[in-house]
T-cell receptor, first 114, second 112 residues
Framework: KQEVTQIPAALSVPEGENLVLNCSFT??????LQWFRQDPGKGLTSLLL?????REQTSGRLNASLDKSSGRSTLYIAASQPGDSATYLC?????????????FGQGTELSVKP | SQTIHQWPATLVQPVGSPLSLECTVE??????LYWYRQAAGRGLQLLFY??????ISSEVPQNLSASRPQDRQFILSSKKLLLSDSGFYLC???????????FGPGTRLTVT
């Protein structure tokens, strides 16, 4: 059974710092991994999707990597800004599933202080 | 471009009352559709998913049900709400199994 863990649960950094959020999953056969952002009381915004054939994806100041062999993904945020404050969630598909069902980690709550 | 809508945005219902939450997607055809619930302080839990009209799969035994009467419409229902049904309900869609999932704005349900 696929399980997803995110560390740390919460993170507070000063503005301008580079930071790394971690996501680990138990079944290395996953065929993709998706990172989301959630603002308080809002829906999820997709940030990056990494397919199993890729090792990383970049979007602006965000860079996500995927290492299937170790069951890990990292989300790197460069030059953090107060507007980056949100909860970040990673998700992987249920193995052998039909329909693209996702299993989510519990999230990392990020606070960037001005 | 594709958009996903959910309504209502917030809902307060007494225990034992019925429920109907609606989700619609625009700008795509034959999407996979999903209902998730996010309880306070907890992660997202998949409730139902659908790969086509009238095709519904349930992930968690509960007093909720889902229907897909049209290609881009997904409805979450209950005949009698429980206190434990309170939470944040999110609808999502994707073009297929290995594609990105996109989420709606959510419905905050409080059962009193």
């Amino acid at each position: 059974k696929q399980e997803v863990t995110q560390i740390p649960a919460a993170l507070s950094v000063p503005e301008g710092e580079n930071l790394v959020l971690n996501c680990s999953f138990t079944d290395s056969a996953t065929y993709n991994l998706q990172w989301f952002r959630q603002d308080p009381g809002k829906g999820l915004t997709s940030l990056l999707l990494i397919q199993s054939s890729q090792r990383e994806q970049t979007s602006g100041r965000l860079n996500a990597s995927l290492d299937k062999s170790s069951g890990r993904s990292t989300l790197y945020i460069a030059a953090s800004q107060p507007g980056d404050s949100a909860t970040y969630l990673c998700a992987v598909p249920m193995i052998y599933n039909q329909g693209g069902k996702l299993i989510f980690g519990q999230g990392t709550e990020l606070s960037v202080k001005p | 471009s594709q958009t996903i809508h959910q309504w209502p945005a917030t809902l307060v219902q007494p225990v034992g009352s019925p429920l109907s939450l609606e989700c619609t997607v625009e700008g795509t055809s034959n999407p996979n559709l999903y209902w998730y619930r996010q309880a306070a302080g907890r992660g997202l839990q998949l409730l139902f998913y659908s790969v086509g009209i009238g095709q519904i799969s349930s992930e968690v035994p509960q007093n909720l049900s889902a229907s897909r009467p049209q290609d881009r419409q997904f409805i979450l229902s209950s005949k009698k709400l429980l206190l434990s049904d309170s939470g944040f309900y999110l609808c999502a869609w994707s073009e297929g199994d290995s594609y990105e999932q996109y989420f709606g704005p959510g419905t905050r349900l409080t059962v009193t």
